[in-house]
């Protein structure tokens, strides 16, 4: 896929991936991609629990009262929105980084 491609020509300008075969370039690729997976479902099983645990304060019906309800949108929202621009600045360092390793020299090179 267009992503995937993407990943690996980052993945080149690592000093420590460069010297990968494609087939291992891949391969760290897909462990790299099950681990963000892994960490993303784990984030929102987090996000879950606590907008509930925070929210939700007893079992009155089998549905939400309103409170709970706005309650628990209120605060999905708020942490995914912050998410959201961890993500972005986390990117904008990678996309800094990778620039300043493409940049530098590499060794042996004066």
Do not use: W
């Not at 987090?46 to 019906?61: D, I, K, M, P, Q």
């Not at 959201?84 to 004066?110: C, D, H, I, K, W």
């Amino acid at each position: 896929t267009a992503l995937h491609s993407r990943h690996l020509v980052r993945m080149n300008a690592v000093p420590e991936f460069a010297d990968l075969s494609e087939a291992d370039r891949s391969k760290m690729l897909q462990t790299i991609e099950t681990m963000q997976m892994r960490d993303s479902l784990r984030m929102y099983n987090s996000l879950a629990e606590r907008c509930f645990n925070h929210c939700v304060t007893g079992f009155r019906r089998k549905n939400l009262d309103k409170a709970e309800e706005t309650c628990v949108v209120s605060c999905t929202e708020k942490y995914l929105k912050h998410a959201a621009r961890v993500t972005l600045r986390f990117q904008e360092l990678n996309e800094q980084f990778t620039a300043q390793q493409m940049a530098a020299p590499g060794p042996g090179s004066n």
